[in-house]
């Protein structure tokens, strides 16, 4: 959400900044129109507030849809593991993945350290490659994921993959 709202005001900048130098009048208090000509630079900043009002009304309909969100079951009992997932709105909107848990190969953990480091979880599934299971909105601490992937391949009875 902060990224959204970051990506709005900074379009609404670049935008009021091209029209005032377009219209030759101060929608910015702290930039004259006459320090910004109309061509090319007030041209470029109309392209680049536009641009980020649709990158700003993607990021919106991604938050108010909840792109990403759903569950993960695996059931041991029948066998079978449901992957359900919220799209966008459209045919595709329900995604729904079944499949045997014995299709199951190992449970894999992809390590990315740094200032913005991030641990996603993964389920490698035989002759049909990988499948991402971290949600869009979880934020876990390294601590934690690392349990939920120990839980997860201990439940499933497969081994773990850091990659």
């Not at 990224?3 to 009048?25: C, E, K, M, Q």
């Not at 569950?71 to 079978?80: A, L, P, Q, T």
């Amino acid at each position: 959400m902060f990224w959204a709202f970051t990506v709005f005001l900074g379009s609404v900048g670049f935008l009021l900044a091209g029209i005032s130098s377009y219209r030759r009048i101060n929608l910015i208090s702290f930039v004259s129109s006459e320090q910004v000509p109309f061509f090319p630079q007030g041209i470029v900043m109309i392209f680049y507030g536009i641009a980020g009002l649709f990158i700003s009304l993607y990021l919106w309909c991604t938050i108010s849809w909840n792109v990403g969100s759903g569950y993960d079951r695996f059931d041991r009992k029948e066998g079978i593991a449901h992957i359900f997932r919220w799209g966008f709105p459209g045919k595709n909107r329900r995604i729904v993945l079944r499949f045997c848990l014995t299709e199951i190969q190992s449970v894999k953990l992809r390590v990315k350290e740094g200032p913005y480091g991030r641990r996603v979880l993964y389920i490698e599934l035989r002759a049909q490659g990988v499948l991402l299971l971290t949600h869009t909105d979880e934020n876990l601490t390294p601590l934690e994921m690392e349990q939920k992937v120990v839980d997860l391949a201990y439940f499933l009875r497969v081994p773990i993959k850091y990659f």
